[in-house]
């Protein structure tokens, strides 16, 4: 039996593996950093104010398929409203927030009955705040909490902490207007 040798795959090969990963991420990283694609879909979050990366006049907008495209971040917490523990999935807010070139150093937070909030854009440094898409694996209908909903952290925070996650937490979010 004659026993064929197997060369090592060669060293273009080994880079060519090496790089076509590398080039995905790089790709994907300058397509956040480009501009803001229209969305297809109904818009379903518009950022006003200080966005530095509009892509519907002086606004950033943002339909579901563009938020399930960043990085979404999976977690269960026992919120005040639940006496479970809820499981929830979406895009660090931050995250959404950096897309659109938001500067600025408070967020109003508005949703759908026009109830507001303010948050200090330092909450987005100091705390994975979550812009949820699902509940428990499902999307958020509109006639719960849907179909964005803010999340804090709230496992991390007791006494005052975790009465202003709470006062800050907005669900049926529709816009945010940076200052």
Same mark, same amino acid.
């Given at each position: ?36 694609? &229209? ?40 919120? /005040? ?38 948050? /200090? ?41 975790? &009465? ?16």
């Amino acid at each position: 039996m004659v026993s064929k040798s197997v060369r090592p795959p060669g060293r273009r090969h080994a880079l060519r593996r090496l790089a076509l990963p590398l080039l995905s991420v790089l790709g994907f990283q300058e397509a956040m950093a480009g501009k803001l694609t &229209e969305p297809s879909g109904p818009v379903v979050l518009t950022l006003s104010g200080r966005v530095g990366q509009p892509n519907q006049g002086a606004q950033a907008v943002f339909d579901l398929a563009m938020l399930a495209a960043f990085t979404q971040r999976r977690f269960s917490v026992k919120t /005040p409203w639940d006496p479970r523990p809820v499981s929830f999935e979406g895009p660090l807010l931050r995250d959404v927030l950096k897309a659109a070139e938001a500067r600025g150093s408070r967020l109003t937070l508005a949703a759908v009955n026009d109830y507001k909030v303010e948050v /200090p854009m330092e909450d987005l440094e100091h705390w994975d705040v979550v812009l949820a898409l699902k509940m428990n694996g499902q999307a958020i209908p509109t006639r719960t909490k849907g179909p964005l909903f803010v999340v804090y952290p709230f496992d991390l925070a007791q006494g005052a902490l975790l &009465e202003q996650f709470r006062n800050r937490s907005i669900w049926q979010l529709v816009s945010i207007q940076i200052d």
